[in-house]
């Protein structure tokens, strides 16, 4: 009983501290005074697609029916992904970093993957940050650019563009280079 007089009495108070707020809006201010910042990145993606420990596994595929004839890659395929990130392309080159997510396999008529990745920094300035890639990869052109749509801690509200180039493949292993622009405060 004591316990409820309580709750009611917290509940009274709260609703008349929210009773106080006479508008739904905040003062309009300049976004953010500090100076906006580029930022270069520059490191290799290391993806292994079979083997022991794969970074790449399917989590679910369409059931289809009609034979795909353009694409070398079956369309409807979902891929859970967590591919190191190096500083350079060796095998034993220092890892700074991981990419999380997605991968859809989303092209009825050409090999291309949408992404939804996130790709944190585990070393150097921007450890603990990391920024967030959503684009369309077309996986059959040697070069290509993804868009970098956001970010957190350091990289909070980034935008940017990445350009990847394929580095090498051998049906198990693929590297690629990754070029990523990032404009952030
Ligand atoms: C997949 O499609 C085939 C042909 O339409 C059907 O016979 C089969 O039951 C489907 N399998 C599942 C798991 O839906
Ligand atoms: C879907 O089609 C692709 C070929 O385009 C094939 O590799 C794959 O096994 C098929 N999946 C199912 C579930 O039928
Ligand atoms: C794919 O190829 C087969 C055999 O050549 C053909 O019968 C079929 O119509 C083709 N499918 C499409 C979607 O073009
Ligand atoms: C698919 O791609 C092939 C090869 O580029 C092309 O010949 C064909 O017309 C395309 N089909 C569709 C439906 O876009
Ligand atoms: C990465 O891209 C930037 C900006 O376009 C360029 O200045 C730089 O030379 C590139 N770095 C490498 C290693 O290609």
Not at 26 to 31: G, M, Q, V
Not at 64 to 72: E, R
Request: aromatic residues 12%; charged residues 15%; contains cysteine.
């Amino acid at each position: 009983m004591r316990g409820t007089l309580t709750l009611t009495w917290i509940l009274m108070v709260c609703l008349s501290q929210v009773a106080v707020q006479s508008q739904y809006y905040s003062e309009s201010l300049p976004y953010d005074p500090r100076p906006v910042k580029v930022t270069n990145l520059y490191f290799f993606l290391h993806e292994t697609l079979r083997g022991k420990n794969p970074t790449v596994v399917m989590v679910a595929q369409a059931n289809n029916t009609s034979n795909d004839n353009y694409s070398s890659v079956p369309f409807g395929t979902l891929y859970a992904i967590d591919d190191p990130l190096k500083i350079g392309p060796g095998d034993n080159s220092e890892v700074i970093g991981n990419a999380l997510g997605l991968g859809i396999l989303s092209g009825k008529n050409s090999t291309t993957v949408v992404m939804y990745l996130d790709f944190g920094f585990t070393a150097g300035k921007f450890k603990g940050s990391s920024i967030s890639i959503f684009s369309r990869n077309p996986l059959i052109k040697m070069e290509r650019e993804l868009s970098v749509v956001g970010g957190r801690g350091e990289f909070r509200m980034a935008e940017g563009y990445a350009r990847l180039k394929n580095y090498f493949f051998d049906g198990t292993t693929v590297i690629i280079e990754y070029n990523v622009t990032v404009i952030h405060y």
